[in-house]
């Protein structure tokens, strides 16, 4: 009895057991998933995506430049310590018998400080090197709003393939359904083979365009990863829709308002007309006489016993009054880069003013093809619905099924395509509006 129990107990937990082995790696090698909505995926992207830190180091890169600029401004220190051994000719100190001497010992240690007391050349270029630290912050923060708007019209294309898919899958079953029909049609003699080999193909047809929208939603998944920074072996789960949201209503002249107050490029772009008029400024304020102190204290002797303080302490007045013509080349080359930057300023303004205009457009035009798209997918369905209405009672073949339900899946398309282009020129107008927070 013993040993038909345990018999039976191996019996019963052996496939369960071997069941747990096999499946083991598996649940181990699984990828991680992570599900991911659309404003996730914009905030994701600023802290992993590796142009943005690329833009965030090149802050840095500024921030020490004005530090080294700050730094000629301030107390240099510097210290030394000799000793030598010489022998001197006598007749050069004015002695009666021209002769060397005897070696003789010198030791020496002193302690040196320079400090610039007045330079504005040295002022403006440290102002110049601070403004260049925040251009180089509002530079990075237009690489933030580019790879958010990216990354947000990259989840919308893969919202707009996992739509595609569903749509395929929908065709998939309706054809499913056409082929039964068919089928039975033929059965009771009310159709033809030729009738059951459309369906057929018909139905391999659209199998075969719900493979190519998996793999178009894979890749629009890895593209998804690639732009946010994330590893492509997390799998991603979008929780978003791809729908038609209220838009609030905006005259071009507000939304040019906003434009204007919240764009980062323009207010780089000024900071950057600032800074080559301060790094102008620097050039002319080298005319300026410059003021610097430079003093020393230290000991010397021929014995560090026997080593006696001294000191010297100067003030030096640097007066410039010819270099060649150099100063006034290099004048006139930054004003001509002031002027540059004056240009790109008006020409940033007018570009700012056209991607609102053409966002504002884009997005009215795209609410007006939503309506209509849903319209035609009505009437499709419409279709559809009585061509097999005629088919069912044998008043027509099903060449009128096939091609209304060809008609159905265009107009799924339609409005796949309406919505995609609906939600992304909402993109692009925040995007224009230097507002993509508030999506």
Do not use: C
Request: aromatic share 6%; hydrophobic share 45%.
């Amino acid at each position: 009895m013993m040993g038909i129990f345990f018999a039976v107990i191996i019996w019963v937990t052996g496939p369960a057991s071997f069941s747990w082995a096999q499946d083991e790696p598996a649940f181990r090698q699984r990828s991680p998933e992570l599900r991911l909505s659309m404003r996730d995926a914009m905030q994701a992207a600023i802290e992993k995506n590796p142009t943005v830190q690329i833009f965030k180091e090149r802050v840095t890169q500024a921030e020490e430049r004005a530090f080294t600029r700050l730094g000629a401004m301030l107390p240099n220190l510097s210290a030394r310590v000799s000793g030598a051994r010489r022998r001197f000719f006598l007749g050069a100190f004015g002695g009666l018998a021209a002769g060397v001497s005897p070696p003789i010992d010198f030791y020496e240690s002193r302690v040196a400080v320079t400090q610039n007391l007045f330079s504005l050349s040295l002022i403006q270029r440290w102002r110049a090197a601070r403004t260049n630290i925040e251009v180089a912050g509002l530079d990075s923060e237009t690489r933030k709003m580019d790879t958010m708007a990216l990354v947000a019209l990259a989840y919308l294309e893969a919202l707009r393939v996992k739509k595609s898919v569903k749509a395929r899958l929908a065709g998939v079953k309706l054809n499913h359904e056409l082929l039964r029909l068919a089928m039975e049609r033929k059965s009771v003699g009310m159709a033809t083979q030729l009738d059951v080999t459309r369906a057929k193909v018909q139905l391999e047809n659209e199998k075969q365009r719900l493979l190519v929208a998996k793999n178009d939603f894979g890749s629009a998944k890895l593209n998804l990863s690639r732009g946010i920074g994330f590893s492509f072996d997390v799998k991603l789960i979008l929780t978003d829709k791809l729908k038609l949201v209220p838009v609030t209503h905006q005259s071009v002249d507000e939304a040019l308002q906003v434009a204007r107050e919240h764009r980062v490029e323009l207010k780089a772009q000024k900071k950057r007309k600032r800074l080559a008029e301060l790094t102008l400024s620097s050039v002319v304020m080298e005319r300026v006489p410059s003021l610097s102190g430079t003093g020393d204290v230290g000991v010397i002797g021929n014995q560090p016993g026997n080593a006696l303080t001294t000191n010297n302490v100067q003030v030096l007045l640097s007066v410039p009054l010819f270099d060649g013509g150099q100063r006034e080349g290099r004048i006139s080359e930054q004003r001509s880069v002031v002027r540059l930057e004056a240009l790109r300023t008006k020409d940033v303004e007018k570009q700012i003013g056209l991607e609102v205009r053409d966002a504002m457009l884009t997005l009215k035009s795209t609410q007006q093809q939503v309506a209509v798209a849903k319209e035609g997918l009505r009437l499709s369905f419409q279709e559809l619905y009585l061509a097999k209405q005629r088919f069912s009672v044998g008043l027509a073949t099903n060449i009128e099924v096939t091609d209304a339900q060809t008609r159905v899946a265009q107009a799924r398309d339609n409005l796949i395509e309406a919505l995609f282009n609906f939600n992304a020129s909402r993109v692009d107008l925040a995007r224009a509006q230097g507002r993509l927070e508030d999506l």
